[in-house]
Every structure is written in C-alpha cells, then in structure tokens.
Nanobody, 117 residues
C-alpha cells in the first residue's frame, strides 16, 4: 500500500532553514506528481508546492514562493522541501502528498516544524 513518511522537522528560529524529506513506497513514484502541504494549528490544509514526475516543473503557493524549494530523487523514491527564511507563520505539520495539486492524497504522520525564538 502507499506509504509516505515525512522527516526533518524541528524547532528553528525565525530566518532559519530546514530541509524536509519524504520517503515514498508502495507505488511507482516516478510517474506521479508530488506535493507538499501543511496544516497549521487550528487551520485547514494548505497546499504549498508540486513537482512533476521528472522533476522538471515546479509550482509554489504565493506564501512560500522564493523561500521554499521542492525537489525529488526518483531512484531513491524521495521528495524534499528545502525551506529558507522561515517565519513564525510557517509553523505547522508538513505532509507530502501524491498526485495532482487539485486532488492529492496524503496519509503520513507528517513532520512538525516550529518556528520560534
């Protein structure tokens, strides 16, 4: 079955950086678009970014454009999110998700990112 395991979260100061990883299994990773989404405390899911199956096309939400970079390593079945210039409002649980940005599927436990001084 599909498994998505996120890691790399933690506590970081405003202005800092983190790199999130997602290990995917149970499906043919290199034929799917992949996304990062997040859920801040008390809020709904927010889509952040999508990457094409070959990694040659990316798209970002305005809230993270210019600060976050999505990438993938197909031979390793891994998805990444490099986050820079982190803000307090980036505090959330981050999830990777499979499929198009309008109909993604997620189901991992997520990884907590807390931006605080």
């Amino acid at each position: 079955q599909v498994q998505l395991v996120e890691s790399g979260g933690g506590l970081v100061q405003p202005g800092g950086s983190l790199r999130l990883s997602c290990a995917a299994s149970g499906f043919t990773f290199n034929i799917y678009r992949m996304n990062w989404v997040r859920q801040a405390p008390g809020k709904g899911l927010e889509w952040l970014s999508v990457i094409s199956p070959r990694g040659d096309t990316t798209k970002y939400a305005e809230s993270v454009k210019g600060r976050f970079t999505i990438s993938r390593d197909n031979p390793k079945n891994k998805l990444y999110l490099q986050m820079t210039t982190l803000k307090r409002e980036d505090t959330a649980v981050y999830y990777c998700a499979k499929g198009p940005e309008t109909a993604y599927e997620y189901g991992g436990q997520g990884t907590q990112v807390t931006v605080s001084s």
